[in-house]
């Protein structure tokens, strides 16, 4: 069952991932100041750090997360069994099980890349984009 990797297993398994996705974007440390994150995962997380009971696109879409920020709501996530995410307000049912090692993903991405925050976006990845490019996020 997935609520029972360890903590080490699944940092692991985010270091993993985040190797492949800084390697294959070509980037390595240092290279990015902030990431747009889209999608279920960066939207869950900003809900949780809003403690949003029910999403709200124009409350969620553009709410920025430092590390620190990814790091604690990952560490308290990783504390909790999958029943206790469950129970989190405003967890979307369907994120419960995999929002934990969405939330490696995004710390390790951040880490190997020198991120200093991520912007949440439930948009695609170009709509994200142009908005940074805009300034309107």
Sequence with gaps: PRDTATRAAIDERGTAAAEKLV???GLSSG???DIIGVGGTATQLAM???KLPEYDAAIVGGCYMNLAEIA???DELASM???QRRAV???AEKRADIILMGAA???AVMAATGAKGMYA???DGLEGYLKLRLGEV
Aim: aromatic fraction near 4%; charge should be negative.
């Design 72 to 74: 604690g709501i990952y």
């Design 48 to 50: 949780l750090k809003l």
């Design 89 to 91: 307000p405003g967890m």
């Design 105 to 107: 993903i995004v710390h």
């Design 121 to 123: 976006s439930d948009g």
């Design 81 to 83: 069994t999958l029943q």
């Design 31 to 33: 290279d990015v100041s």
């Design 23 to 25: 390697s294959g974007g």
